[in-house]
């Protein structure tokens, strides 16, 4: 909840409703193949993979559609009537959703700290050095790939403590889901290898 509380206090003093050419770097790209994707069109996107910001991020679309938050959620339904107003919306939305993974990161992060640890106050200071590091906190202006590929990294290294540690039932699930999230981590950016 505090994640998620000053991640969305810092967005909006930042300004959530900022035109979306102001940063355009990855928003533009990113949505584009969210509507792409979500109009059965193959993504465009292929110089890092993204895979699974896109796909997230064409079902959140779908999800607003739904519940008639935006009414553009795939390509098929933009055209120069409504691309200003439709974009801008769209763009809005992006930014709450990378909001969202961001508090979701952090409180991924005090969880991975606590388990190596076992002392609250600790992972708490260290999610915060997490939060506030320059490369996390760019996420609070625009959507990147780096975003979805933390949260799988860090969810590996979660699976493999729980795993070494060897206390659950069934541990041996955990070594299966380590080597999932590190799979998902590098099908979204491909530089987890390096």
């Keep these: 909840i505090f994640f998620t509380l000053i991640c969305f206090f810092l967005a909006n003093y930042i300004g959530l409703d900022r035109h979306w050419v102001t940063n355009y770097d990855h928003e533009f790209t990113l949505i584009y193949n969210a509507l792409l994707f979500n109009s059965h069109i ?3 996107y292929v110089q890092h ?3 699974f910001t896109i796909l997230f991020l064409s079902i959140f679309f779908k999800l607003l559609s739904f519940f008639d938050f935006i009414s553009v959620y795939k390509l098929t339904l933009l055209n120069n009537d409504n691309f200003e107003d439709s974009f801008q919306k769209l763009v809005f939305f ?3 959703y ?3 993974f961001l508090s979701l990161f952090c ?3 005090y969880f991975l700290f606590y388990k190596l640890t076992n002392d609250k106050k600790y992972s708490f200071i260290l999610s915060l050095i997490v939060f ?3 490369g996390t906190i760019f996420h609070l202006f ?3 790939t780096e975003l979805i590929t933390m949260i799988f990294i860090v969810l590996s290294l979660i699976s493999l ?3 070494l540690e060897g206390e659950k039932k069934n541990s041996s699930f955990y070594l299966i889901f380590f080597i999932t999230f590190i799979i998902c981590s590098v099908l979204n950016k491909m530089q987890v290898f390096f």
């Design 49 to 51: 993979p993204g895979y």
């Design 107 to 109: 409180s991924l992060a």
């Design 132 to 134: 506030f590091a320059e």
């Design 98 to 100: 990378s909001v969202i």
């Design 161 to 163: 403590k729980t795993f």
């Design 42 to 44: 193959p993504i465009e």
């Design 94 to 96: 992006t930014r709450i």
């Design 142 to 144: 625009q959507l990147r």
